[in-house]
Structures are given as C-alpha cells and as structure tokens.
C-alpha cells in the first residue's frame, strides 16, 4: 500500500498529553510509507517528547512556534495549512480540540488548521473523565459536524492510573486510518467482498409471514462502501425498502434458506464475508399454501430452526475473512463473544439496539468490535456509513497479502 501516501505532505500535529511519545511512531511510519511529514508541535507538547525527536523521524524542520526565526525555508504561518493534503493531530489534547471547537488560532497548530482546506483528523486522549465531560463530548460534536474526522479513542488502562476510555489508539490503527483515506479508491481492488443485509422473513401462508425489524441500512452502507473501495461485491439482501446499491451486484432473497443458497454460491472466491443480515433463526414448520382463515380460537404456529449460516461459513471458511454482527438487548459482550468462538469469526460488531442511536432503523449505530486475540475496539454513536468505513479497515488489515 505504500504508493498510496508517496509524495503527500501530511502536516503531524503534536499537543500536550501524555501519549505524544506515541506520535513518533505514526511520524516513522508514515514517512516509511512514503509521506512526507510535516510536524507542527505545541508548547506543552515539547514538555513530553523532543522536537529533535521528530526532527530525526521526520526528516524535516520541526515548527515549534509562531514567532521563532524560521531558518530552513522561508514561511510565512499559513504555509503549512496550503501544503497539506492531511492534518492529523496525534494525540489531541481536550485543550486543543475546545480551541478548535472555538475557532481559535493562538498558536501555529491552530492557525494552520483554522486556515487549511485540507481534511483534518484528530486522535483525541486524555483522562476519561475528561474525555466525556458534556463541554469536551460537546466540542467533538461540533468539530464532527464541521467535517473534521474524530479517530475514536481506545478503553483500557490510562497512564492517569485508572480503566475507561480515552486511550490514543495505537499508532498503526491511527495510520491505517490515513491509508485508507488515501486510498478509498482502491484498497480494496481485486478482492471480493460478500455482504448480506436486511431481514430474512418466515412465511405463514401466501399473505402472513414472520419478520423482524431489520432495515438493512448498516449491509447496504458496508456494500457501498466496499464498492467505492474498488472491490467486486454481492450484496444479498433479505427483506430491505433500499434501492440497490450502485455498482454492487444485489441479490434480493426473502427466507433464511434462500439467503444461505445465495450466500453458499458466492463464498468460495470470496476474500471477505461480512453478515449484517439479521436472519429468522426459525421457520414455519407447516407453511400454508393457501390463506389461513381466522377462526374464533387461540391459533399457534409450529416454528423449526433455520439453518445457521454463519456457523455454516465458520466450518467451511478457508482464506477469507469472516465477520458477523451481534444486534443484543442484553449481556452484549458476553454474546458476542460465544458467537466470536462459535461461528469462527475473524471479529465480531456488537450492538447493544435497545441504545438511543444504535440498532436496526436509524442512520447511525454504536458499535464494539470485538477480535480473536480478545481486544475490545469502542465506537460512540456514528453514521452507519462511518462505521462501515471502520469495519472495511479492519478487514483490509485481516486480508492476507495479495
Ligand atoms: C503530565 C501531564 C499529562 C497530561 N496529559 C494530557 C492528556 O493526555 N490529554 C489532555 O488532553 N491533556 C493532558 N494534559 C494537559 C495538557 O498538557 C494541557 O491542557 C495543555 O495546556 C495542553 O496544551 P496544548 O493543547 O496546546 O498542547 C497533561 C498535563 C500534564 C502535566
């Protein structure tokens, strides 16, 4: 993937938190994949890690300040913020991003980003009470909505001695975020993503069946998203309102058997599975042919399994990448992570839909992947369509080579 950063100057913006030694390491690796790295480091930054540091990391002058003489090449403030093709801030301070939030530029990370019109990343960590006070969660918000890409932080254990979220995601993911920004078109060339999405039904009779409430916008949003990544992808879809997505093969089925034929025909050469459909566990055991008249009495259906296709494709799975969805209304993680063991996932997305923002209708989602090795990835309420970006990251990461 490295031709994808060859000659992008991407401007690094380093602030006062504990986790600025973790920029040197996205600085080495950006520059070894061939991006040219422009570092911009505030005052309270240069209390943590060196501007020599980057200086030697980067191969470039390292800006320290507005004001100092600058001796290497001759700039005024806003130069930077004309060269960048990318600002990304690892890590940054909820100081920075409440400046931000109030347009603020008193210093030269801030006036380079109030002026550039290049797309502005920030890896926010701090303390995590600091992290969801309303004013820090609020700001976010606002920066968010201003088109600014927030890189979610990572729970676990902070440098400040306690467990929650606020962690600087570690600097490969942070990186893998800018490859693929760089390479939205194309990182996924070549491969074969299959996805299913929406709701299978279980018929009663001609006119009645069994459904859920499954709209189908979190699959569609990963097949749009896998297509605009140059892959080839079959899209089957149970029952969903949504139109076909462009430039994706859609296979409309209704049953969970139909979907699992569907489904069994295109695994073989695929390189990644992705199964957002929420599938009828059951079926009608006798199906009606004809409409079932009402009568008077109490009426019970007689429901048998369904076959489970993701454990199906969990036995049979060779090269590919296997991901499954767990939509919960209760003891989320915890059934995650059977399914994770059964059904032989690469990794799992679990959703809690009882959540203000989160499940089946709604345009957004909040999401834990949770992998094999037992790490836990957070992500606050976000578009569907982020998420799914997030979800194809993963998987470019899990696709074996070529
Ligand atoms: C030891 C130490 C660690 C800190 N860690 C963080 C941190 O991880 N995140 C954060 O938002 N602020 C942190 N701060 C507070 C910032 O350094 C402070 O708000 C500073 O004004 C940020 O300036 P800047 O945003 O211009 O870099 C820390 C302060 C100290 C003394």
Same mark, same amino acid.
């Given at each position: 993937?490295?031709?994808?950063?060859?000659?992008?100057?991407?401007?690094?913006?380093?602030?006062?938190?504990?986790?600025?030694?973790?920029?040197?390491?996205?600085?080495?690796?950006?520059?070894?994949?061939?991006?040219?790295?422009?570092?911009?480091?505030?005052?309270?930054?240069?209390?943590?890690?060196?501007?020599?540091?980057?200086?030697?990391?980067?191969?470039?002058?390292?800006?320290?300040?507005?004001?100092?003489?600058?001796?290497?090449?001759?700039?005024?403030?806003? &130069?930077?913020? $004309?060269? =960048?093709?990318? +600002? /990304? *801030?690892?890590?940054?301070? !909820?100081?920075?991003?409440?400046?931000?939030?109030?347009?603020?530029?008193?210093?030269?990370?801030?006036?380079?980003?109030?002026?550039?019109?290049?797309?502005?990343?920030?890896?926010?960590?701090?303390?995590?009470?600091?992290?969801?006070?309303?004013?820090?969660?609020?700001?976010?918000?606002?920066?968010?909505?201003?088109?600014?890409?927030?890189?979610?932080?990572?729970?676990?254990?902070?440098?400040?001695?306690?467990?929650?979220?606020?962690?600087?995601?570690?600097?490969?993911?942070?990186?893998?975020?800018?490859?693929?920004?760089?390479?939205?078109?194309?990182?996924?060339?070549?491969?074969?993503?299959?996805?299913?999405?929406?709701?299978?039904?279980?018929?009663?009779?001609?006119?009645?069946?069994?459904?859920?409430?499954?709209?189908?916008?979190?699959?569609?949003?990963?097949?749009?998203? &896998?297509?605009? $990544?140059? =892959?080839?992808? +079959? /899209? *089957?879809?149970?029952?969903? !309102?949504?139109?076909?997505?462009?430039?994706?093969?859609?296979?409309?089925?209704?049953?969970?058997?139909?979907?699992?034929?569907?489904?069994?025909?295109?695994?073989?050469?695929?390189?990644?599975?992705?199964?957002?459909?929420?599938?009828?566990?059951?079926?009608?055991?006798?199906?009606?042919?004809?409409?079932?008249?009402?009568?008077?009495?109490?009426?019970?259906?007689?429901?048998?399994?369904?076959?489970?296709?993701?454990?199906?494709?969990?036995?049979?799975?060779?090269?590919?990448?296997?991901?499954?969805?767990?939509?919960?209304?209760?003891?989320?993680?915890?059934?995650?992570?059977?399914?994770?063991?059964?059904?032989?996932?690469?990794?799992?997305?679990?959703?809690?839909?009882?959540?203000?923002?989160?499940?089946?209708?709604?345009?957004?989602?909040?999401?834990?992947?949770?992998?094999?090795?037992?790490?836990?990835?957070?992500?606050?309420?976000?578009?569907?369509?982020?998420? !799914?970006?997030?979800?194809?990251?993963?998987?470019?990461?899990?696709?074996?080579?070529?």
């Amino acid at each position: 993937m490295a031709e994808y950063l060859a000659g992008k100057n991407i401007v690094l913006g380093v602030t006062g938190g504990i986790a600025a030694y973790k920029a040197v390491e996205v600085a080495s690796r950006l520059r070894k994949l061939g991006a040219e790295v422009h570092v911009i480091m505030t005052r309270a930054a240069q209390e943590f890690v060196t501007e020599l540091t980057f200086r030697e990391i980067s191969g470039n002058p390292v800006n320290t300040g507005m004001w100092e003489k600058v001796l290497h090449w001759n700039v005024e403030h806003i &130069a930077l913020a $004309r060269l =960048a093709d990318l +600002v /990304l *801030v690892v890590p940054a301070t !909820a100081n920075l991003v409440a400046k931000l939030a109030a347009g603020m530029a008193d210093d030269m990370l801030t006036t380079t980003i109030l002026a550039t019109q290049a797309p502005v990343f920030l890896a926010p960590a701090m303390n995590s009470n600091m992290y969801t006070n309303p004013v820090t969660q609020e700001n976010l918000e606002k920066l968010k909505a201003r088109g600014m890409r927030i890189l979610p932080p990572a729970s676990g254990h902070l440098a400040c001695g306690i467990d929650g979220v606020g962690r600087l995601p570690e600097p490969v993911e942070i990186v893998s975020c800018v490859k693929a920004h760089f390479s939205a078109v194309c990182s996924l060339r070549g491969r074969k993503i299959l996805v299913t999405a929406g709701g299978t039904i279980a018929p009663i009779d001609p006119v009645r069946f069994l459904g859920n409430r499954s709209s189908g916008k979190m699959g569609y949003r990963i097949a749009e998203e &896998a297509a605009k $990544r140059g =892959a080839e992808v +079959v /899209l *089957v879809s149970g029952v969903s !309102a949504l139109p076909d997505p462009e430039g994706v093969r859609t296979v409309r089925v209704e049953t969970t058997e139909e979907m699992r034929s569907a489904v069994l025909q295109d695994f073989p050469d695929a390189d990644a599975v992705i199964k957002a459909a929420a599938v009828a566990d059951y079926r009608v055991k006798h199906v009606s042919e004809q409409k079932i008249k009402k009568s008077d009495g109490e009426w019970t259906i007689e429901l048998e399994r369904n076959p489970d296709i993701l454990y199906e494709l969990g036995r049979m799975k060779k090269h590919q990448v296997l991901v499954g969805f767990a939509a919960e209304t209760q003891n989320l993680m915890e059934y995650a992570k059977k399914k994770l063991e059964k059904k032989n996932l690469d990794f799992i997305v679990a959703n809690d839909v009882t959540m203000p923002g989160a499940g089946f209708r709604g345009e957004t989602n909040i999401a834990r992947l949770m992998f094999r090795d037992g790490k836990v990835e957070e992500h606050p309420l976000m578009k569907k369509a982020e998420l !799914a970006a997030i979800i194809l990251d993963r998987v470019e990461e899990i696709l074996p080579c070529g």
